[in-house]
């Protein structure tokens, strides 16, 4: 069975400076895809980043990155330079490569942008 | 409307009643899918539909009926729920791109069973 892990239940960072939130996952599939989410107060999951198993190259979205090493299990989310509206909880998430049935969270963290 | 709409955004229910949730979108996807967000607990996926067909039902009591008259409208029917059962409950879509078909997600409902 597949099984997200988030340690880091919360997370304080100063405005301006990178943080990085910690996923690790446990698969037997060679095949699958991983995963960020955000969501703020209002309660929507907002899409971050995506990372397929087979990606030789790591995410990027704008201010967000994955930091990818497959052999550890862990995807983790970078975001430079944060900003107050960063603010949020944030999810990893998995599932089997282009199976809509299996999209297994974790339990999240909650970040919390300093100014 | 944009992106996948929730109604209502909140629900306050008694045991005995029965409601129905809503949720469309607007994204041209053809999955659709449940998922309740209960506190201190990750998301879990409760229903999944392809193409209109349900292809996923991950051990949801019966008190809780999903319904998808087409690939834009999702319904979640709820009758005779328990206190449990409160959390938000999120709607989703996706559209497999073949490369990474992530969800989009609605504001969801915040359902309060008294």
């Known amino acids: 069975a597949q099984k997200i892990t988030q340690t880091q239940p919360g997370m304080f960072v100063q405005e301006k400076e990178a943080v990085t939130l910690d996923c690790t996952y446990d698969t037997s599939d060679q095949s699958y895809g991983l995963f960020w989410y955000k969501q703020p107060s209002s309660g929507e999951m907002i899409f971050l980043i995506y990372?397929?198993?087979?990606?030789?190259q790591n995410a990027t979205e704008g201010r967000y990155s994955l930091n990818f090493q497959k052999a550890r299990k862990s995807a983790n989310l970078v975001i430079s330079a944060s900003q107050l509206g960063d603010s949020a909880m944030y999810f990893c998430?998995?599932?089997?490569?282009?199976?809509?049935?299996?999209?297994?969270f974790g339990a999240g963290t909650r970040l919390t942008v300093k100014p | 409307e944009t992106g996948v709409t929730q109604t209502p955004r909140h629900l306050v229910m008694g045991m005995t009643n029965k409601k129905s949730l809503k949720c469309e979108q607007h994204l041209g996807h053809n999955a659709m899918y449940w998922y309740k967000q209960s506190a201190k607990k990750p998301l879990e996926l409760m229903f999944v539909y392809n193409f209109k067909e349900q292809t996923e039902n991950n051990s949801v009591p019966s008190r809780f009926s999903p319904e998808c008259p087409n690939s834009s409208h999702l319904f979640l029917h709820l009758h005779t729920l328990q206190p449990e059962d409160s959390a938000l409950y999120l709607c989703a879509s996706s559209q497999d791109n073949g490369r990474g078909d992530e969800q989009f997600f609605g504001p969801g409902t915040r359902l309060t069973v008294l």
């Open positions: 990372q397929g198993s087979y990606d030789e």
């Open positions: 998430a998995m599932r089997r490569q282009y199976n809509n049935n299996d999209m297994r």
